[in-house]
């Protein structure tokens, strides 16, 4: 038995999630810790997705002020759990997706591992997705893996959900390999349009969505857009999904209510869901949400009611909390860095084939 901790900061970019891990044959959660971004970090992170001045100089100091804030979180949650740094084995950090371009060669996260390590006295493994895409890979969807080695075996036919800034499936089929890939926008547009019209940042329950009607013709247009149509494997970001994107399409039109724009968009993220999942598994025996789209009332309600008689419901049903998947996802692929087990599936990202993922930032 080893303690891992996780550390996921994601393309919401609302803050970090950091777990604490017990690993034996199996992942179990043990404590878990959320540290919300300052204002002017998330603001300093998000204006690196785009081309900007000064790049290099900025992304240098918003990673050593992410790994302080990602360092501190970290103490905090051992604090909680009263257990020592020495107790544990390893932190897996996932840094802070800045671009993510694997058909031009590249993907970056950022977070100075090494700063990680000073600052926690714990041996970092980061740097997860470089050597995927090395290997001819997508570097994402990194957790289908981690989904096979939590619930495979179970001998039926289920697909996980993560609905984070963006969604992506995980497919369990009895006896097969993982599938997984990307479906498009999870949460991130939604996020971006409350903002934008309320200053809310989210839509809490789906409730503002709910309030307007799903415009037609501009989800038509939405649904145009070629990744949608794209066979796997398939990875996506904020480089294709942005404000930009959405308002390119809304100007074909003259006024749209913003509510009817935000109902649009939850539509989008649904009908892209189910379309990838009854395409790929067409009778899944269940759909297990985590993410931050699994506290969404209106979307989990839209998605149970175009998959019909397929249950869906969130990952606490199998016993795993939905909201911490993803950073026991990347304590587990330390784990597996460290133990010399190849982490990516190529039928999920298309690499050459299995790599060991991650470097080490020793303690």
Not at 319 to 333: G, K, N, S
Request: glycine share 10%.
């Amino acid at each position: 038995m080893a303690l891992y901790i996780g550390v996921m900061s994601g393309t919401s970019l609302d803050g970090l999630d950091i777990a604490l891990v017990e690993q034996t044959e199996r992942t179990r959660l043990v404590a878990s810790h959320y540290v919300p971004l300052p204002e002017p970090l998330r603001a300093q992170l998000l204006s690196l997705c785009t081309t900007g001045e000064d790049e290099i100089a900025r992304a240098a100091l918003a990673e050593n002020a992410w790994s302080t804030l990602a360092a501190e979180g970290i103490k905090q949650l051992l604090a909680k759990a009263d257990v020592s740094p020495e107790r544990v084995r390893a932190v897996g950090s996932h840094g802070q997706t800045i671009r993510h371009e694997p058909a031009r060669g590249f993907t970056v996260q950022i977070g100075n591992p090494a700063l990680l390590a000073e600052r926690c006295g714990i041996t970092v493994v980061a740097d997860f997705r470089r050597r995927d895409v090395a290997a001819g890979g997508q570097g994402a969807p990194l957790v289908p893996a981690f989904h096979e080695a939590l619930f495979g075996g179970q001998g039926n036919a289920v697909a996980v959900l993560n609905i984070g800034g963006f969604s992506n499936l995980s497919l369990l089929r009895p006896g097969q390999p993982v599938l997984g890939f990307d479906c498009g926008p999870g949460n991130v547009l939604l996020d971006a349009w409350i903002y934008g019209c309320r200053g809310a940042p989210f839509d809490r329950n789906g409730h503002w969505a709910a309030s307007g009607q799903v415009h037609a013709p501009l989800l038509q247009r939405l649904l145009s857009d070629p990744f949608f149509t794209a066979t796997g494997p398939k990875s996506t970001g904020r480089e294709v999904f942005n404000l930009p994107w959405l308002h390119r399409h809304l100007n074909a039109f003259e006024s749209i209510a913003p509510q009817d724009v935000q109902a649009t968009l939850l539509e989008l993220t649904a009908r892209t869901i189910t379309e990838a999942l009854i395409q790929q598994m067409p009778s899944p025996e269940g759909v297990f949400v985590c993410g931050g789209g699994a506290h969404n009332g209106a979307l989990m309600a839209r998605l149970q009611a175009l998959l019909g008689g397929t249950p869906v419901a969130s990952t606490s049903a199998l016993q795993v909390d939905p909201d911490w998947m993803e950073a026991m996802a990347f304590a587990w692929l330390a784990h597996c860095c460290l133990e010399g087990i190849p982490a990516n599936r190529p039928e999920v990202t298309g690499s050459k084939g299995p790599r060991i993922l991650g470097a080490i930032y020793p303690a």
